[in-house]
């Protein structure tokens, strides 16, 4: 079993869906026997979000009380340690523990590219898990430190192939999957009355221009899809951020559902329970991951299959590699999400079934965390 040092972006931003992003990493390597570390660094001035406040600051301590009750909740006893770059101050333990921890470690995990301390280096082995396909290529996010790693990996799991667009740098970007720990979803079935739902940030932090191209977020997306609720007998509700009035009342005007993202993502307990009350999800991707063919497949949706919901999404290029038509249904155009939404309701219980079965045999930590740690480590080709 290796010790491992996860990188990640849990304490400054402390909103269920994000936590379970990388906690299923945390959670889940623990699960399999290696020994965990978690190290975030502040990142930026005023990179911290009390969900409490609904404001910024350079304060941790509500990410950090999130982070240690999710460990308390599922029995992981592994230090949690939060650097101030700027004053040098640490939360968790000391510098020198830090870079004792660092230095005893096998592998650096630096999932999202949102942490970069030169102490990493301490680290003999260090993986870089890009979860943000494009933007991370194009220089968005983690480019100070792609270099200081020593193999890559993409929820583009399309990238480097011929009809994906992304650039790679001239990394090689190796295909990995957002992973799930089974029981942490494990609920009673929906009610008969319950929405397809989604939660989802509106415009999150805008487009990108690259090479005379543009690439944007889910609102781009969200337009082609605002007369499906006129097409559908079916509920369908959307959990926003970051949507504003003017888009809010446009969308509840054509027939949706919206309610506030921050109501059902505050804390755990409460997102859980929106998943759990789901009929499944519906959703799109972000304009960027659909237009570059990238392959990517959501860390939220893999919460929803493995809750046993069904999960209805905009094609990234999954289709390539992931076998759809029950569990998860794939769409491109209005009509053909209209159509799966009534495919998936002819025959709801079975749809149930395969989607507990794909987050099994697919997305679960015990099948995709092995390989991305022995691939890390260098011993699969």
Same mark, same amino acid.
């Given at each position: 079993?290796?010790?491992?040092?996860?990188?990640?972006?849990?304490?400054?931003?402390?909103?269920?869906?994000?936590?379970?992003?990388?906690?299923h990493y945390?959670?889940g390597?623990h699960r399999l026997?290696?020994?965990?570390?978690?190290?975030?660094?502040s990142?930026?001035?005023?990179a911290c979000?009390?969900?409490?406040?609904?404001?910024?600051?350079?304060?941790?301590?509500?990410?950090?009380?999130?982070?240690?009750?999710?460990?308390a909740?599922?029995?992981?006893n592994?230090p949690?340690?939060?650097?101030?770059?700027?004053?040098?101050?640490?939360?968790?333990?000391?510098?020198?523990?830090?870079?004792?921890?660092?230095?005893?470690?096998?592998?650096?995990?630096?999932?999202?590219?949102?942490?970069?301390?030169?102490?990493?280096?301490?680290v003999?082995?260090?993986?870089?898990?890009?979860?943000?396909?494009?933007?991370t290529?194009?220089?968005?996010?983690?480019?100070?430190?792609?270099?200081e790693?020593?193999?890559?990996?993409?929820?583009?799991?399309?990238?480097?192939?011929?009809?994906c667009?992304i650039?790679?740098?001239?990394?090689?970007?190796?295909?990995t999957?957002?992973?799930?720990?089974?029981?942490?979803?494990k609920?009673a079935?929906?009610?008969?009355?319950?929405?397809?739902t989604?939660?989802?940030?509106?415009?999150?932090?805008?487009?990108?221009?690259?090479d005379?191209e543009?690439?944007?977020?889910?609102?781009?997306?969200?337009?082609?899809?605002e007369?499906?609720?006129?097409?559908?007998?079916? +509920?369908? #509700? %959307?959990?926003? @951020?970051?949507?504003?009035? &003017?888009? /809010?009342?446009?969308?509840q005007a054509?027939?949706? !559902? *919206?309610?506030?993202?921050?109501?059902?993502?505050s804390?755990?307990?409460?997102?859980?329970?929106?998943?759990?009350g789901? +009929?499944? #999800? %519906?959703?799109? @991707?972000?304009?960027?991951y &659909?237009? /570059?063919?990238?392959?990517?497949?959501?860390?939220? !949706? *893999?919460?929803y299959?493995?809750?046993g919901?069904?999960?209805?999404?905009q094609?990234?290029?999954?289709?390539?590699?992931?076998?759809?038509?029950?569990g998860?249904?794939?769409?491109?155009t209005v009509?053909?999400?209209?159509?799966?939404?009534?495919?998936m309701?002819?025959?709801?219980?079975?749809?149930?079934?395969?989607a507990?079965?794909i987050?099994e045999?697919?997305?679960?930590?015990d099948?995709?965390?092995p390989?991305?740690?022995?691939?890390?480590?260098?011993?699969?080709?």
């Amino acid at each position: 079993m290796a010790r491992i040092v996860i990188a990640g972006y849990m304490i400054r931003h402390p909103l269920a869906g994000n936590l379970f992003a990388y906690f299923h990493y945390l959670l889940g390597l623990h699960r399999l026997g290696h020994q965990v570390v978690y190290v975030e660094e502040s990142g930026w001035p005023s990179a911290c979000y009390d969900p409490e406040r609904g404001a910024y600051g350079d304060d941790p301590r509500s990410g950090l009380r999130a982070v240690h009750a999710l460990l308390a909740e599922y029995g992981v006893n592994a230090p949690v340690c939060y650097v101030d770059r700027d004053t040098g101050r640490v939360e968790g333990a000391s510098w020198a523990e830090v870079k004792r921890l660092l230095g005893a470690a096998d592998l650096l995990l630096n999932i999202g590219g949102v942490c970069w301390l030169p102490e990493f280096r301490l680290v003999p082995r260090r993986a870089f898990v890009d979860l943000d396909p494009l933007f991370t290529q194009v220089g968005r996010f983690g480019a100070e430190a792609l270099a200081e790693h020593h193999v890559h990996f993409s929820y583009g799991v399309n990238l480097g192939r011929a009809e994906c667009t992304i650039p790679t740098g001239g990394l090689r970007w190796r295909p990995t999957l957002p992973p799930v720990v089974l029981d942490a979803w494990k609920g009673a079935p929906a009610p008969d009355d319950a929405p397809l739902t989604t939660v989802a940030n509106w415009s999150a932090y805008g487009g990108v221009i690259y090479d005379g191209e543009s690439y944007g977020q889910k609102d781009q997306e969200f337009v082609r899809l605002e007369d499906l609720p006129r097409r559908t007998p079916q +509920r369908l #509700e %959307l959990a926003l @951020a970051g949507a504003g009035s &003017v888009v /809010t009342e446009r969308l509840q005007a054509a027939g949706w !559902s *919206v309610c506030a993202a921050a109501a059902v993502s505050s804390n755990v307990s409460t997102y859980r329970a929106y998943i759990a009350g789901s +009929r499944g #999800e %519906l959703s799109v @991707a972000k304009h960027a991951y &659909v237009k /570059t063919w990238s392959g990517w497949f959501s860390d939220r !949706s *893999v919460c929803y299959l493995a809750a046993g919901r069904p999960t209805i999404l905009q094609d990234t290029g999954f289709t390539d590699w992931l076998p759809t038509g029950r569990g998860v249904l794939s769409f491109s155009t209005v009509d053909e999400a209209a159509d799966s939404i009534a495919r998936m309701n002819a025959d709801y219980p079975a749809h149930c079934r395969a989607a507990s079965d794909i987050a099994e045999r697919v997305f679960s930590h015990d099948v995709v965390l092995p390989r991305l740690v022995e691939t890390a480590l260098g011993s699969v080709a």
